[in-house]
């Protein structure tokens, strides 16, 4: 049975940093394509950041492009999202996803690429 459970979220001011993290059991997460995504209730989930086991290659949205970085600990089988430089429009509900192969290409942003996912963690950014 496959299991994401992330942790890190929290409250912070604008400007500053959070690290969130998806530990996972029954997936290797350095053996699939695996991705951040975020929601709240009133727009649809947005792809985040994304990252193939293949190379290692990493993605991300145009919005948090050179703010955010997603990195993985095979040792520790647990998935990363480093933030900083948070603004309030990060505030939102944050899932890990995981699929089934391991390269993610321009699908790495898509809801349907991922098979399993984490519960998600509250991130909130206060100006």
């Known amino acids: 049975q496959v299991q994401l459970v992330e942790s890190g979220g929290g409250q912070v001011q604008a400007g500053g940093s959070l690290r969130l993290s998806c530990a996972a059991s029954?997936?290797?997460?350095?053996?699939?394509?695996m991705g951040w995504f975020r929601q709240t209730p009133e727009k649809a989930r947005e792809g985040v950041a994304g990252?193939?086991?293949?190379?290692?290659?990493?993605y991300y949205a145009n919005s948090v492009k050179g703010r955010f970085t997603i990195s993985r600990d095979a040792a520790k089988n647990t998935l990363y999202l480093q933030m900083d430089s948070l603004k309030p429009e990060d505030t939102d509900l944050y899932y890990c996803?995981?699929?089934?192969?391991?390269?993610?290409?321009?699908?790495?942003?898509?809801?349907?690429?991922?098979?399993?996912w984490g519960q998600g963690t509250q991130v909130t950014v206060s100006s």
């Open positions: 029954g997936y290797t997460v350095s053996s699939g394509c």
């Open positions: 996803a995981a699929a089934l192969f391991p390269w993610c290409g321009a699908r790495w942003s898509s809801d349907d690429t991922y098979k399993y």
């Open positions: 990252i193939s086991a293949v190379g290692a290659t990493t």
